[in-house]
Nanobody, 123 residues
Framework: QVQLVESGGGLVQPGGSLNVSCTTV????????MAWFRQAPGKEREFVAV????????GYADSMKGRFTISRDNAKNTLSLQMNSLKPEDTAVYYC????????????????WGQGTQVTVSS
């Protein structure tokens, strides 16, 4: 089975930065398409960013472009999301996801989810 464990969440002031990570465990995880989603209480789950493989395709939601960077480190078995210029509206639980398909598949219905890590942007 595939297991995803997020870490690195916390409290950060508006305009600040935070890096959240997802440790991956399982066979063939390096070949999976990986993505970050987020969800605030009472709101729909929102796509954040996606990465197909190291050196492959990446994509971001419009509100994250230029602020967030998704990256993968296969040697450390981690997926990371570097978040800069954070805004209060970025407050949410951030989830790591993995899928055997491509970008479209992981955005529609990922095969695997992590437990999430809370990110709170507030003064």
């Amino acid at each position: 089975q595939v297991q995803l464990v997020e870490s690195g969440g916390g409290l950060v002031q508006p305009g600040g930065s935070l890096n959240v990570s997802c440790t991956t465990v399982g066979d063939y995880v390096t070949s999976y398409t990986m993505a970050w989603f987020r969800q605030a209480p009472g709101k729909e789950r929102e796509f954040v960013a996606v990465s197909t493989w190291p050196g492959g395709s990446t994509g971001y939601a419009d509100s994250m472009k230029g602020r967030f960077t998704i990256s993968r480190d296969n040697a450390k078995n981690t997926l990371s999301l570097q978040m800069n210029s954070l805004k209060p509206e970025d407050t949410a639980v951030y989830y790591c996801a993995a899928d055997t398909g491509g970008i479209g598949s992981v955005r529609r219905n990922p095969d695997y989810w992590g437990q999430g890590t809370q990110v709170t942007v507030s003064s």
